[in-house]
């Protein structure tokens, strides 16, 4: 039986041989163009996951399909663009008992906003990111009464970035987009 | 829609009034404070540094590097084990196994049809790095460098071996994926092959349910059927499969003689072991040539044939897209109206439709137009793939060794130890190798 000496060869070059030499090259080949095409219009940072607040519709799915257990997802604040109003509707329970921050009278079902007294009349609400699970429910509450300064981001540092973002393919309302990692969010601003 | 109270608007007009021009459209004119409060900024927390990206990429490149080495130069089982713990643990558990090869084809695809998105370099050398190291030397990515075998090869005990017909049928699911990953990508609907990975899940120790589930299923069979999600499912290994069938370099049981002992028969787990041609007897040419001359005529029928398939089963192929599915269920509700609870996501979804309808309902349809095509090139792919299997199955076997079939060997190394010549070289004791495949289990397989 013939045993050949090494790598496997039967004949010098058979003719698999010969077809093998040629599919790699072909394949080399295509991969470099492949990787070329894609080199001429590549960008070095990427792309991350992040929620226009403009298409948000505070449906709650950011709550439950992140595939992290506490979503990544989290309510923000744009101070400059809070009434910073004793009575907040983002913060208050429809019609509470007291303007009191005892958690019956929240809206926010993990008492993640916290309400602090400025001066007279103004109270500060900022969010504690440990508490807050993403549902939307106070930023529905403050944009149906207030100056929508509460909004929902992805938290990249939270985020695992994930090839395909587990809540964006269930957002009613297209709000999620890839944008570039160098400016990861999409903050809201005070009206001009 | 915004909805506002009539005190707001009230609120609104007298803000107007009053000259608060620049902050017209907020209700409540943000306070001008006096006690001197500091008004605090919306933090950004940034995402992962690029220079860690790159460490990624680095990583990548250095552990196919010593992979290759180990099966080339040591031939070292040993070697392998410890690299492939070291990759669970960087890209596994650290890594949390994004952004990975295997999902990486769908960022091209997408890349290359959605001038929007232009397919970072990570990425790329994410795609590319192991394909070119499985043209020159085989997969080696799988042998210690990806996550998912790796986690799958350490709960393998006892391993049964899977009656050919099957292994050859299964070993086509990889290609359907492959080609439903691409085609889902390049129409924009989303990664189906990052959406059911078992074993993401259970890097990152949360998931769905289902997922969960999926993973540890896959985890226990494989205490069996070594590597089942790598040899029937994984859609990147469907790539390196064909790369590695024409690489420069082969993984062979010993780089020495083959004696034909038959000692290594059983020695691989993945039935990936192909038996030499059968001395003396070679097949009778003129049969075998009409067969291939058959086959050959096949082809273009099941290229003809997945294609029709794939374009009719387009309408259900493309209610994965949200688009699609949001005007579908629109329709639905035109005739049959279900009502849905306030806030609800399907509520919400049909209230921005209701805005206008018709450009949800035109994108829809351009849509389904792309999924048509999609569908039968997807359909005509796997018809060519299922051509060529038959041909090379057809194909005269022209090894005088033992050898693994190239294609489906992950170059674990586990063969090499259970060749006598091989122990011989290495100056290890040749002891009559107990063959890892018990009696009763080679008993159910022959
Ligand atoms: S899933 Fe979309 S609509 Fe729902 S809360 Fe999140 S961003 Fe808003
Ligand atoms: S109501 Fe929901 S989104 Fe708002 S702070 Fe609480 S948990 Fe976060
Ligand atoms: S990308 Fe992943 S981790 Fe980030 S928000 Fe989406 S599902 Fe959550
Ligand atoms: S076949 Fe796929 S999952 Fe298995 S080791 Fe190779 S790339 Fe990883």
Not at chain 1, 86 to 104: H, I
Request: net charge positive; charged share 15%; hydrophobic share 45%.
């Amino acid at each position: 039986m013939p045993n050949p000496p090494k790598s496997g060869q039967v004949n010098p070059v058979s003719r698999r041989q010969f077809f093998r030499n040629g599919a790699r090259v072909a394949a080399m080949t295509g991969l470099g163009a492949l990787t070329g095409v894609l080199a001429t219009r590549g960008t070095a940072a990427g792309w991350v996951w992040q929620i226009d607040p403009a298409k948000c519709l505070r449906c709650g799915n950011c709550a439950t399909h992140c595939v992290l257990e506490q979503s990544a997802v989290k309510c923000v604040q744009a101070y400059a663009q809070c009434g910073y109003c004793q009575l907040c509707t983002g913060f208050f329970a429809p019609e509470p008992n007291e303007l009191t921050t005892a958690a019956e009278n929240q809206l926010c079902p993990t008492s993640a906003i916290q309400r602090t007294f400025v001066e007279d009349p103004y109270y500060q609400y900022s969010i504690d990111e440990n508490l807050c699970i993403g549902c939307g429910k106070c930023v529905e509450g403050c944009l149906r009464f207030g100056n929508g300064s509460f909004f929902l981001q992805i938290r990249h540092d939270r985020c695992l970035h994930c090839n395909e973002c587990a809540i964006a393919r269930v957002c009613p309302g297209e709000a999620f987009r890839r944008v570039p990692a160098q400016s990861p969010y999409l903050l809201k601003s005070v009206a001009k | 829609m915004r909805r506002i109270s009539k005190f707001g608007w009230l609120g609104g007009l007298l803000l107007l009034l009053l000259g608060g021009v620049a902050r017209a459209q907020l209700l409540f004119p943000p306070p001008e404070f006096e006690s001197g409060y500091r008004m605090p900024v919306t933090t950004t927390p940034p995402g992962r540094a690029l220079w860690l990206q790159y460490l990624d990429v680095g990583v990548l490149a250095a552990c196919l590097a010593v992979a290759v080495w180990l099966i080339y130069r040591p031939r070292s089982r040993r070697g392998i084990f410890w690299l492939s713990l070291f990759s669970l643990a960087y890209f596994g558990f650290y890594r949390k196994g994004c952004i990975c090869p295997i999902g990486s084809p769908q960022n091209i695809a997408y890349g290359l049809l959605h001038p929007s998105y232009s397919v970072p370099v990570t990425v790329v050398a994410f795609f590319a790095l192991p394909l070119i190291v499985a043209l020159f030397f085989g997969r080696a990515f799988c042998a210690g460098v990806c996550p998912q075998g790796a986690l799958q090869d350490f709960f393998l005990i006892k391993p049964i071996k899977v009656p050919a017909f099957l292994e050859h049928g299964l070993g086509l699911i990889p290609y359907l994926f492959l080609g439903a990953g691409i085609a889902y990508a390049a129409t924009g609907t989303g990664f189906v092959i990052c959406r059911y990975d078992p074993f993401v899940p259970i890097f990152r120790l949360s998931g769905s349910f289902f997922l969960l589930a999926a993973g540890v299923s896959f985890l226990l069979i494989g205490m069996f059927v070594g590597r089942p999600y790598c040899r029937f499912l994984c859609p990147y290994g469907a790539l390196l499969k064909l790369g590695s069938l024409v690489s420069r370099w082969r993984v062979r049981v010993t780089p020495e003689t083959c004696t034909q002992c038959r000692l290594c028969e059983h020695s691989c787990p993945f039935g990936a072991l192909r038996e030499p041609a059968p001395p003396g007897a070679p097949a009778p040419i003129p049969g075998e040539r009409r067969t291939l001359g058959w086959l050959l005529v096949l082809l273009p029928v099941l290229i003809i044939a997945g294609a029709l398939a794939g374009r009719a089963l387009s309408p259900v192929a493309a209610r994965l897209h949200p688009t699609v599915a949001l005007a579908e269920l629109y329709a639905r509700q035109q005739q049959h109206p279900v009502v849905y609870g306030v806030m609800t996501p399907e509520a919400l979804a049909l209230a921005r439709m209701a805005e206008q309808p018709g450009t949800v309902l035109e994108a829809a349809a351009d849509l389904r137009g792309r999924f048509r095509l999609a569908t039968a090139i997807f359909g005509a792919w796997f018809g060519l793939v299922v051509g060529i299997k038959l041909i090379l199955l057809s194909l005269r076997v022209s090894r005088t060794d033992f050898e693994p079939d190239p294609g489906a060997c992950f170059a674990c190394a586990r063969c090499f130890s259970s060749c006598p010549s091989e122990r011989v070289r290495r100056g290890l004791p040749v002891v009559t190798v107990q063959p890892p495949v018990p009696a009763a289990a080679s008993a159910l397989a022959k």
